[in-house]
């Protein structure tokens, strides 16, 4: 069964307006999540991370997330997109479950129209 | 903050060459993995390693080795380059995935001629 799953493979919004980065996870128990972010030819950046503490989450440049255990959610947010955040973001959870490793989602890519 | 370097941004090989992509972190971390990235099918685990000469197998280990000589230094080899191993390779390392997850090199772009 598939551990993360992110619901949309590609993004599209206009600059100044609102972001949402939706992720799912399957856990038996009380997961890590984190999101990371990755540009064009670049390696990934931590952007966020949860970890059993405050259900919402507060990141780099703006962005926040929300942990509900009850809807096995873990969407990324930004009130107001900027040209700078067109990229590619990974949903990634950590659990013993999947042994001792991180397991990434697929991946979703936000274009960020001018 | 941690860092972790990847000696090449982009490496061009023939194809059944002997290939060495070496990554270093300055933080002592055991833990020190090895992705490929390729479009549509996301990140894929190559090798990890918890210790100094310790290694195990991820998700996509045939053509590939590694070597784990000093804890700083952690080496993905392409025994005999092949043109589907052309890739974005990624290397990352962690003391605690669990609360920090990982750290990442800024990654290799393999091209296999």
């Known amino acids: 069964a598939q551990s993360v799953t992110q619901l949309d493979s590609h993004v599209s919004v206009s600059e100044g307006t609102p972001v949402l980065l939706r992720c799912n996870y399957s856990?038996?128990?009380?997961?890590?999540l984190f999101w990371y972010v990755q540009h064009p030819n670049k390696g990934l950046q931590l952007l966020l991370k949860?970890?059993?503490?405050?259900?919402l989450v507060k990141g780099i440049n703006g962005f926040e997330a929300e942990f509900k255990k009850s809807e096995t959610s873990f969407h990324l947010t930004k009130p107001s997109a900027h040209m700078s955040d067109a990229a590619e973001y990974f949903c990634?959870?950590?659990?013993?479950?999947?042994?001792?490793?991180?397991?990434f989602g697929a991946g979703t890519i936000l274009r960020v129209k001018s | 903050d941690v860092k972790v370097t990847q000696s090449s941004r982009y490496l061009v090989k023939r194809t059944g060459e002997k290939v060495f992509l070496e990554c270093v972190q300055d933080?002592?971390?055991?833990?020190m993995f090895w992705y490929r990235q390729d479009p549509g099918l996301g990140l894929r685990l190559i090798y990890f390693?918890?210790?100094?000469?310790?290694?195990e197998k991820g998700d996509i280990p045939e053509g590939y080795s590694v070597s784990r000589e000093k804890k700083e230094r952690f080496s993905l080899i392409l025994e005999s380059a092949s043109t589907n191993q052309t890739s974005m390779y990624l290397c990352?390392?962690?003391?605690?995935?669990?609360?920090?997850?990982?750290?990442f090199g800024s990654g290799t772009r393999l091209t296999v001629v």
């Open positions: 856990s038996s128990y009380s997961p890590s």
């Open positions: 990352a390392s962690s003391f605690n995935w669990d609360l920090y997850g990982y750290t």
């Open positions: 933080m002592d971390h055991e833990n």
């Open positions: 990634v959870v950590s659990d013993w479950e999947y042994g001792n490793k991180l397991v």
């Open positions: 949860y970890t059993s503490a405050a259900t």
């Open positions: 390693s918890y210790d100094v000469k310790m290694k």
